[in-house]
């Protein structure tokens, strides 16, 4: 089995940014979730709600973004923004992800006046994660030492293609690969979701631990060019693949050993 996919997205939700090389680093790959977007109670907004986040393109260092940006922002019919980094010492606030709170650091004004203007949406704001290791992960999956930013659950996320092609031959209409949006994409798996039976994974200079696997909700159902949407995959999977009131696919992985990782390397499992 080989790495055929890198993908990171910078900013939680918008548009997923292929690279040919990354660093992995303990909560997941450089680059990857490292920034959010909040409405005005401080609670997260993704494309669940504003669907209109994958049309925003977020670069960084990481993805090739220009040298000395922290953080490029375009969207249709919007002008380029920079943003930097809050300085160390901005205040955390409190943000709710999902059922939990988190701390971030606001990014300010600008960058929240273009989000407004850009999703169409009052009392945005773009914030940033300044210290994933104040996260508290789920004790039942993960363990002290390992850490994630604004990952919905672990720091990086895993399919094959294997899978994604059953799925897209059980669904009704096209479902690519990166409707399930996962950091690593492996080809030359012996069978669809071989990754379920999977507790270590190895490549290039990285090492993962597999912590559970992915149930999957409405957002896969979107098409991120038209934003449109339907009931598949999810419709798909709900006869295939599902229990626990849930449907599957895809794994979290944990981050075992940080190191550089690139298209094309071996993939060692157990």
């Not at 979730?33 to 209109?52: C, H, M, N, P, Y």
């Not at 380029?80 to 955390?92: G, I």
């Not at 895993?158 to 690519?176: F, G, H, K, R, Y």
């Amino acid at each position: 089995m080989r790495l055929a996919g890198i993908n990171i997205h910078p900013v939680k939700s918008t548009a997923i940014r292929p690279v040919e090389e990354a660093y992995v680093g303990r909560a997941g790959i450089v680059g990857d979730r490292e920034w959010l977007v909040v409405d005005g109670s401080g609670k997260l907004v993704t494309a669940r709600e504003v669907r209109e986040l994958f049309k925003v393109v977020a670069e960084t260092p990481s993805t090739g973004g220009p040298a000395g940006v922290d953080l490029l922002l375009k969207a249709p019919e919007m002008d380029p923004l920079e943003v930097a980094v809050p300085e160390r010492e901005a205040p955390a606030v409190g943000v709710r992800f999902f059922a939990k709170s988190l701390t971030a650091q606001a990014v300010g004004e600008p960058a929240d006046a273009w989000l407004r203007k850009a999703l169409g949406r009052d009392e945005l704001r773009l914030m940033w994660c300044a210290d994933p290791t104040k996260r508290a992960m789920n004790p039942d999956k993960y363990r002290p030492g390992e850490f994630a930013a604004f990952h919905d659950s672990s720091p990086v996320s895993l399919i094959t293609d294997a899978s994604t092609n059953q799925i897209d031959a059980w669904a009704e209409i096209d479902v690519p690969a990166q409707r399930f949006r996962a950091n690593l994409l492996i080809e030359g798996a012996p069978e669809a979701f071989a990754e379920d039976g999977w507790r270590e994974v190895a490549i290039g200079g990285a090492r993962f631990r597999v912590a559970a696997p992915i149930d999957r909700c409405v957002m896969t159902t979107i098409d991120a060019d038209t934003l449109e949407s339907g009931k598949d995959p999810l419709r798909a999977l709900a006869k295939h693949r599902r229990w626990d009131g849930k449907v599957w696919a895809a794994v979290h992985l944990a981050v075992a050993h940080p190191g550089e990782i690139a298209v094309g390397d071996d993939v060692i499992v157990s």
